[in-house]
């Protein structure tokens, strides 16, 4: 969020939430990867890279390509979370549990972060489209550098529903603004929108048509 | 190109001609990143994603380089262009057809771009050795990220010549401009070498000679 | 290094032996980037493309990670380097020399870079942890960007001490900077801690244990 815009006094009362969610959101997201490390069998060093890499990546990319200073380098709380998910994993062997649970942490993250992704893009003066891009990005684009770094079949080459699930919160978020919703309300429907849809992912086993040369 | 800078009135009449090629190229890149997908038998997601990273990820790594703001992100037409390259080869089940055309589209593409990116970065100041670098990244960087993330092998690991020709391209470009040649004249002289050198490699299958230990 | 900061006497009297030390890093990375294309059997384009992403890569990241100018973008020496490190591995055939003396000048570089991308950070008023991170990244993402597009496994997935010698060479820099010690003091002690953790891998294969959910 760009402190430098004025925003409506709704939106400003739901700030502590808002940072609290963004923080829960990179921990859940730097479990994950720090359970991709854990799956590998590496060592400390990897799991805090694959925490770091797949915390913050997403809205390192995004910031980056919107000409923001990147959001975490100018202060310590976000890679600390990072580091401290990764100590978690490996001390706890959280990989032995079962983590339906994370599964759901990471649909509640991935719904928010497309959210935040684009509302920040729109913040810095980006148009519709590309900002539902950045949100995209924001909510995936930690999770692919993940895969790709440790060999695993990405999420994109797999065709369960998760990168389209980001676009339509993304879009709906950006589309109901334009309509003239209150930020924090297409927000909110944004965030259920693709949480929704990852949710039917998950529990159905939903997943895209892979492209077929003979039908 | 840099609106900033004064241009001459040889390359101000060239300017709508340069956004038609400037799209062009775009799409043609966008295409094949659409065809990997196809190959992959990918999902329609995954069509979109890789269109484009091909069609406007070396721009995109030419900008954050020189500082300049990223081209495609204050406008919607270079992403929509992606889009409907990736919908247009799903739904027209572009991967059945003889795709010679598109190889040549995309050495078209590659000469332009090669020339494109190093006249960006020579408006931004950038000195002619990485200037030289700025255009073959401009013409190949996108290729060699959807080969990565299809898991193909990249064009950086094979011996064919793209990536000598696009720097044929953009050294000739920034030689002939460094010797006083308009620019208008120095760029469709790169173009046409950089183009000419991949056409030779095409058609007689030319190649780079591998590193060997024994010879 | 920002020029635009006021340093004490003695690190000026010590620019010189930087600037050096700078180029010589540059160098012996590119040449660990030529060599990973010889493994290859690659051609003179991959060497060159090998040699700049190892040599430049981890101080490009960090420069765009801090907003500063990428360090290599407004000048040629450095690509100019990476080229000739490429031109004298292929000449020269170096990969079948004896490389022992490779490992040790690229432990080194690391011990340098550490300390290096850790003040640049700092001296762009990066706070203590991240500017940690900044050292690690500056000496060890051009080769895992090398190692990926290699297609070897990246030293991120190798148990070997790397990125933690890195990480012990930024840590100390910035932590005895923060309590005080001058900065060239803090950076002679930081690079050698760094450097002589990566001695002692070298020598005696010590290696970071890997994730075991047996014990």
Redesign the interface.
């Known amino acids: 969020m760009n402190a430098a815009v004025a925003l409506p006094a709704a939106v400003e009362a739901a700030r502590p939430l808002l940072a609290v969610l963004d923080m829960a959101g990179v921990a859940v997201f730097a479990v994950s990867g720090a359970l991709a ?2 799956r ?8 805090a ?1 694959f925490a ?1 890499v797949t915390g913050i990546g997403g809205g ?1 990319l995004r910031d ?4 923001a ?2 959001f ?5 709380d976000y ?2 979370v990072c580091l401290i998910a990764a100590g978690a994993v ?1 001390l706890l ?1 959280a ?2 549990w079962r983590l339906q649970a994370l599964l759901w942490f990471d649909a509640l993250g991935m719904g928010a972060y497309a959210v935040i992704g684009a509302a920040k893009a729109q913040n810095y ?6 900002a539902v ?1 950045m949100g995209v990005l924001t909510a995936s684009f930690g999770g ?1 550098v993940r895969d ?4 695993e079949p ?1 999420v ?2 797999r ?1 369960e529903i998760y ?2 699930a980001a ?1 339509l919160g993304a879009a709906s978020f950006v589309g109901l603004s334009a309509l003239g919703l209150a930020p924090l309300s297409a927000g909110i429907i944004g965030a259920a929108a693709g949480f929704g849809l990852r949710a039917v992912a998950i529990t159905t086993g939903l ?7 003979e039908k």
Request: proline fraction near 9%; hydrophobic fraction near 55%; aromatic fraction near 8%.
């Open positions: 490390a854990a590998a069998k590496q060592t400390i060093v990897t799991f890279f770091a390192t980056l390509l919107i000409g200073p990147v975490w380098v100018g202060r310590s890679l600390a490996w062997r990989d032995r003066g980006v148009p519709p489209l590309p891009v692919i790709v770094l440790a060999g990405s994109l080459l065709r990168v389209s676009a997943a895209l048509p892979g492209y077929r040369t």
